[in-house]
């Protein structure tokens, strides 16, 4: 079964600084890959996704994220990041529920991001 | 494109009661619609698939009895939560998908519910 590691709980960076959220991911196949951003009390807005070709994606909001299938990692990156962007981001891989059944998302546990002023 | 809409996006509910929860997909047809429930600080956990027209595949250890699933026509899809109860008290996020190829969701608001 697919599973997703986001290995950091809670991230503290200083606005203007850059950032990298890590995400491993398990699956046999190859994946199709998310992330998605939620504000306290809201839902998910996608930042981005992964599904085939050039392997550095661009996001909305000045995000990126880089696959690399030798590491199972997917992770998200900002060179400068602002205090709008404190919020909780969650990775997630979609992957067939089983054999030829149709697909679903895997989140990981989340990344709370805090921004200093 | 691609909105999905949450009614209500906070509901307070006594506990016995039953409180049912919209999730509307407004500039497309879906032909699934997914229900996460997302406890405090955690992740999100699917509880059920829900396709038009037939019943809901419910994930281990979710009570069918308890979340009722309604998905009666392509752009909406209820969740009924049954005699609730405060352990119930969650945030709960719908998603729909366009067709049954897709991988992409299209997530909802989210709906705050409190059982006092």
């Known amino acids: 079964a697919q599973s997703v590691t986001q290995p950091d709980i809670h991230i503290t960076v200083s606005e203007g600084a850059s950032l990298e959220l890590r995400c491993n991911y398990s699956?046999?196949?190859?994946?199709?890959l998310f992330w998605y951003v939620q504000s306290p009390g809201q839902g998910l807005q996608l930042l981005l996704k992964?599904?085939?070709?050039?392997?550095l994606v661009q996001g909305i909001k000045g995000f990126e994220a880089e696959f690399k299938r030798s590491q199972s990692s997917f992770n998200l990156r900002k060179p400068s990041v602002h205090w709008s962007d404190a919020a909780e981001y969650f990775c997630?891989?979609?992957?067939?529920?089983?054999?030829?059944?149709?697909?679903?998302?895997?989140f990981g546990k989340g990344t709370k991001l805090s921004v200093i002023p | 494109g691609a909105v999905v809409s949450q009614h209500p996006s906070r509901v307070i509910c006594k506990s016995g009661t039953s409180v049912k929860i919209e999730c509307r997909s407004l500039?497309?047809?879906?032909?699934?619609m997914f229900w996460y429930r997302q406890f405090p600080k955690k992740s999100l956990m699917l509880m059920a698939t829900?396709?038009?027209?037939?019943?809901?595949?419910?994930e281990q250890g979710v009570e069918k009895d308890k979340f009722l699933i309604n998905h009666a026509s392509l752009t909406l899809s209820t969740l009924t939560v049954t005699s609730a109860h405060p352990e119930d008290s969650s945030f709960y996020i719908c998603?729909?998908?366009?067709?049954?190829?897709?991988?992409?969701?299209?997530f909802g608001p989210g709906t705050r519910l409190t059982v006092t």
């Open positions: 998603s729909a998908r366009i067709d049954s190829s897709s991988v992409e969701q299209y």
């Open positions: 699956y046999g196949a190859t994946p199709y």
């Open positions: 992964y599904f085939s070709g050039d392997t």
């Open positions: 997630a891989v979609g992957a067939r529920y089983s054999g030829a059944g149709s697909y679903q998302l895997t």
């Open positions: 500039d497309f047809q879906a032909t699934t």
């Open positions: 829900s396709n038009e027209g037939s019943k809901a595949t419910y």
